[in-house]
C-alpha cells in the first residue's frame, strides 16, 4: 500500500511517550504499564537518542538479573534507532518491521520527531483498508454503488 505515514499519524495522532535516559527501568516500565504501551522514545531535550521496549525489559533487565530500581534506561535501552519518515509507505514501513524484527519506527521530519507507528498501528490501518475495499468490491458484483 502506497499510503504514506503521515497519513497514519494524521488519523492517530502524535502522542509521544517518552523517557530521560536517567529515569529508572522500574518507573518508565510503570509508566509503559499505565498506558499500554510497549515502547517510550529515550530523549535527551529534544534529541532522539534510544528507545526502549519490552523486549529491552526481558532480555538486558530481567534477563540479565538487573534491578529496574537501580537500572536507568540509558544503560539498556536500544541505542541504535531505526528511523522513517513521513513519507515512507506503510508496504516499507512492513518491509522494514519484518525483515529488522522490530515493532516501533519513530518518524522523523527535517530532523524533528514528528511521531511514532507501530506493526500495530500499521496492521490495524491495513485492516481497515482491505475491510473496506472489500465492501466496495462486494457492492459492486452485487451490482450497487461504492460507498
Request: charged share 20%.
Amino acid at each position: 500500500m502506497n499510503t504514506p505515514i503521515s497519513a497514519l499519524l494524521d488519523r492517530k495522532g502524535a502522542v509521544l511517550h517518552t523517557a530521560a535516559p536517567a529515569e529508572t527501568v522500574a518507573a518508565v516500565v510503570a509508566r509503559m504499564n499505565r498506558h499500554h504501551i510497549g515502547s517510550v522514545l529515550v530523549l535527551d531535550g529534544a534529541k532522539l537518542t534510544g528507545i526502549f521496549t519490552e523486549r529491552d525489559v526481558l532480555r538486558r533487565v530481567v534477563g540479565a538479573g538487573l534491578d529496574p530500581n537501580g537500572t536507568v534506561v540509558a544503560d539498556v535501552m536500544t541505542r541504535q534507532v531505526l528511523t522513517v519518515t513521513p513519507a515512507t509507505t506503510l508496504d516499507q514501513a512492513v518491509k522494514i518491521f519484518t525483515e529488522k524484527r522490530c515493532r516501533h519506527l519513530p518518524v522523523i521530519e527535517s530532523g524533528e520527531l514528528r511521531g511514532l507507528v507501530s506493526i500495530g498501528d500499521v496492521t490495524r490501518w491495513l485492516s481497515e483498508a482491505h475491510r473496506v475495499e472489500a465492501e466496495q468490491l462486494k457492492n459492486y458484483i452485487a451490482g450497487g454503488v461504492p460507498t
